[in-house]
């Protein structure tokens, strides 16, 4: 067997410490004994962007991306975006985006240097905020691969970003019609009728975390801010 080793570590501001381990040729990202992602098993993280952009009826959309993780969400919606979009990434741990350039290089490609892409140091929750009381541009879609799923794994603060509240504030970070979309590994019924009670259009989807249509199921809601 191939023995994993950790290679850096991340400590999230208020919550838990991250490690980036190998195995083999393949990355993963773990809180605790808990993997939140890998580079195995990318097909639902690329998903989240692809079947978000799908969505959209913008010509120029203004995404938010809360959570770099390993860049395949990020990947895949500039893959998948026009020229004149403008792409947000809320990432807290700057530590992830050094070993995105680094280690990690090979999975990250010239995304990081995109000219639609503005990288933010800081919590998702605030650039919802600021969004939402109107200190910045309103988006097209929100895209949430923060923890994994609707409760705060890495940090406690991050429950409020599932919370009613912070449901209500992301509906008015969006423009009408947008769209918050929440990956998730397993489904939350509580969550979704949180995403009700706040007023979204919610649809649920299940993804494998591979192509071939193997690996585990993964939860994708799709909350539309009515127009």
Do not use: C
């Amino acid at each position: 067997m191939l023995p994993r080793e950790t290679i850096a570590t991340a400590q999230i501001p208020g919550g838990e410490e991250l490690q980036l381990v190998t195995h083999g040729r393949d990355f993963i990202i773990m809180v605790g004994r808990d993997e939140l992602m890998s580079s195995r098993m990318q097909f639902s993280e690329e998903q989240l962007a692809l079947l978000t952009l799908e969505r959209l009826s913008a010509k120029a959309p203004h995404v938010l991306i809360g959570g770099y993780g390993m860049g395949f969400t990020l990947r895949a919606a500039l893959g998948g975006l026009p020229a004149d979009a403008k792409v947000v990434v809320a990432e807290i741990a700057p530590e992830i985006v050094e070993w995105a350039r680094g280690p990690m290089a090979s999975l990250t490609g010239d995304s990081l240097d995109d000219k639609r892409l503005k990288l933010e140091f800081s919590d998702v929750a605030d650039v919802i905020g600021d969004a939402a009381d109107g200190f910045s541009s309103a988006y097209d879609a929100i895209l949430l691969d923060v923890d994994n799923g609707p409760d705060g794994l890495v940090r406690k603060e991050n429950n409020r970003i599932y919370s009613r509240t912070g449901l209500a504030l992301a509906r008015e970070a969006l423009r009408p019609g947008g769209l918050l979309a929440v990956w998730s590994a397993a489904p939350d019924p509580a969550f979704v009728r949180r995403l009700k009670d706040a007023k979204f259009l919610v649809e649920e989807r299940y993804v494998r975390a591979r192509p071939n249509n193997k690996g585990p199921r993964h939860t994708i809601w799709f909350a539309r801010r009515p127009d």
